[in-house]
């Protein structure tokens, strides 16, 4: 990672108390609908932390890949990227 790596790091800790905050909900017997709730800001924010690393990988791999000339890396680049934003809608 890149530029996105502090970000990244700082977004992953706050999902861990989310987490463990979650936990903690279940453990407590809370009203279901709070706890899915967090579910959902958890999901929410993984998938911001998602975004951050694909607009890495474009903006080093991929561009490191382009500037290369090498056809085959440029190719592979390209189809691990579709991959990554084909597992990411889900």
Sequence with gaps: MHKNREAALKRL???EGQVWGINRMVEEDRYCVD???????VR???KGVEKLLIDDHAAHCIEDALASG???DQRAKFTELLDLL???RG
């Design 70 to 72: 090498d056809r085959e």
């Design 35 to 41: 706890i899915l709730t967090q579910i959902a800001a």
């Design 13 to 15: 800790k706050r999902l």
């Design 86 to 88: 084909d597992k990411a």
């Design 44 to 46: 929410a924010a993984l």
